[in-house]
Each structure stands twice: as structure tokens, then as C-alpha cells.
């Protein structure tokens, strides 16, 4: 599928890249990039031999900008509420993805940019790399999950700081606050994210699925159904090939050979 404001490539077998591509606004997300996003998330999630799907941002001055603001400040109340959902969804729809994904950070990655790396499942961020919420520099509070995703990524105490205050965090600040995993000189970057993305696609997929799952389920839940959902991921994986696989490939110390069902 050809897209105008994106890129969504397949650099290896399983590994999808997806770039967003407006560098001349800083990869701003405008309304039609944001529809462009929900394809791209709805191609890879149809796609049964994906494996890992990498976003990140055109050039090197920023991951995304954040929203749109040309296009938002015109907006009336029902179409920011229009343009909100929107933005949620693609959110929620890379969250829901049943394979990993990595945003690769550098530059500014601000508002509704912050929020698109935090609904990916973790972040690698370049040593230049700057996150921030600055809506209410612009008269508005977050629109696309910040408020929530980056509380219970860093802590209340902390997204109301950031969130409140507009104060922009280097990458270092970011490691230090749990916000992205690790923090890499940027022309390491892109490597960097291919690598684990291959150590993702040599796993066992459905293994890689459920895991996943359980991480995201488990958080909204009390401790004991949590683990009670662990329990049926885990049970669940016994009715799989890859599970005999990985283990008998363990037992005759080889490497596992995973067919993803
Ligand atoms: N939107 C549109 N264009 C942007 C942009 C953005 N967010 N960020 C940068 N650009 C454009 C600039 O206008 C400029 O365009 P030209 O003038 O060249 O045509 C070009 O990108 C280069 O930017 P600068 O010239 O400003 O570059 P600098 O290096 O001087 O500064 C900067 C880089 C990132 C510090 C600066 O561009 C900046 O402060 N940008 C805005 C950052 C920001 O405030 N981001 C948050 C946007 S608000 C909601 C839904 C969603 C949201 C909120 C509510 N509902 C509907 C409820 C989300 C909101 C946001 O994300």
C-alpha cells in the first residue's frame, strides 16, 4: 500500500519499519497522517508473519512534533473531540497489536509525538533524543492518552510535573525516570532497533503474543487475576507446536526452529 505522509517497510522477514515522513513539519501528525497510521497498524496486524513492527520518524531533528498545530487551531469543540478519537484509536490500535512494538526516538518526540512513542511497547532513544507533553504552553491539555499513558509509565507525581509544568526532559532525564529502556548515540539507532528486533523475531511468536498480552491485561487488574490470566497464557501455550518445538530443541541443543502456531 502506498502512503503519503508514511513509510512502512519490511527491512527483514518479520520486521516491519514504519517511519513517519513529514520532516519538513517535523513529522507532525495531522489528521491525514493520523489515517494513514490506523492502515499501517491495521496492515501489519493482518499480516501473520509479522514479528515486531519498528516506528520512528523521518530525519533527524525530530521523532514527531506532535499534533498538527496548523490544522488544529482551527478546530471547534466537536472536531477536537472528532480528531481526539482519532488519535486515541491508532493509540490504542498499536498497543493491541499482537507483535512488539518498538519506537526508536530521536529528536523531539513532544505531545501527541511523546504520546505515539508511549503507546508503543518501549522506546530506544538516541542520546539527543527530547520528550515532553507542551500542550498547555498552547491552551490545551493532552489529547491522544498522555495524561494516562505517562502516569503509569513514570508515576503521578511525575506526569503531573511534566505534564503540568511543559518541562521538556533529555533522554538521559527520560532513562533516569523509567520513560524509555535505553539511550543510544543516534547513528546507532536504527541498528540498535533492528537488533532487537531480530532477537524478537527469533523467538517463539505466539509465545512473544501471549507474554505480551499478559503484561498489558495484568496491569488494569488486582495481583491474584493477573496471575490467574498468566496461568491460562501460560497453560494456553501447551496446545502449541512452538512450545514442543522450543523444547525439544532445547533438550537436543539446537536452536528452536518456531513455525508461530
Ligand atoms: N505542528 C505543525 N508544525 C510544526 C509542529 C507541530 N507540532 N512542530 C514543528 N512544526 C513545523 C514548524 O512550524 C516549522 O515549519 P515552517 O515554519 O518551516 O513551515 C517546521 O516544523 C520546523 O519547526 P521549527 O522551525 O519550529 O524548528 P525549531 O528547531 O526552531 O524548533 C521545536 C523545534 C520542536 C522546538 C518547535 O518546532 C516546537 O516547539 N514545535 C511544537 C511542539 C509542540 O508544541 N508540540 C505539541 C503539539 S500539541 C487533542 C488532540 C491531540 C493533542 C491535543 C489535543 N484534542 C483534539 C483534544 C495533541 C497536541 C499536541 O501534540
Known amino acids: 500500500m502506498a502512503y503519503q505522509n508514511l513509510l512502512l517497510e519490511q ?8 517511519t513517519v515522513n513529514r520532516p519538513q513539519a517535523l513529522n507532525a501528525l495531522n489528521a491525514a497522517t493520523l489515517a494513514e497510521l490506523a492502515q499501517a ?8 508473519a509479522a514479528r515486531v513492527l519498528l516506528v520512528t520518524g523521518a530525519g533527524d531533528k525530530a521523532f514527531v ?14 472536531q477536537a473531540g472528532v480528531f481526539s478519537q482519532q488519535g486515541m484509536q491508532v493509540m490504542h490500535a498499536l498497543e493491541a497489536l499482537p507483535v512488539p512494538v518498538i519506537a526508536l526516538v530521536q529528536g523531539y518526540a513532544l505531545g501527541g ?26 491552551g490545551i491539555p493532552p489529547g491522544f492518552g498522555g495524561t494516562q499513558r505517562l502516569a503509569r509509565l513514570v508515576g503521578r507525581a511525575r506526569a503531573l510535573e511534566l505534564v503540568i509544568t511543559a518541562r521538556q526532559i533529555k533522554a538521559e532525564e527520560a532513562l533516569a525516570i523509567g520513560l524509555v529502556t535505553q539511550v543510544v548515540p543516534a547513528a546507532e539507532l536504527r541498528e540498535r532497533g533492528m537488533a532487537v528486533a531480530r532477537t524478537i523475531a527469533a523467538k517463539g511468536p505466539v509465545a512473544v503474543r501471549l507474554a505480551k498480552q499478559a503484561v498489558q491485561c495484568g496491569q488494569d487488574l488486582d495481583l491474584a487475576k493477573a496471575c490467574a490470566y498468566e496461568t491460562a497464557a501460560f497453560a494456553l501455550a501447551f496446545a502449541t507446536a512452538d512450545q514442543r518445538e522450543g523444547m525439544r530443541a532445547f533438550l537436543e541443543k539446537r536452536a528452536a526452529k518456531f513455525s508461530g502456531r
Do not use: H
Not at 11 to 18: A, K, V
Not at 65 to 75: K, N, P, T
Open 113 to 138: 509525538g511523546c504520546e505515539l512513542a508511549m503507546a508503543c511497547d518501549w522506546i530506544i532513544a538516541a542520546e539527543r533524543a527530547v520528550f515532553g507533553q507542551p500542550e498547555v504552553n498552547l
Open 11 to 18: 527491512p527483514e522477514p518479520g520486521i516491519y519499519l514504519l
Open 41 to 48: 497498524v491495521a496492515q501489519v496486524a493482518t499480516d501473520a
Open 65 to 78: 512534533a506532535g499534533a498538527d498545530i496548523s490544522e488544529m487551531q482551527q478546530l471547534t469543540a466537536d
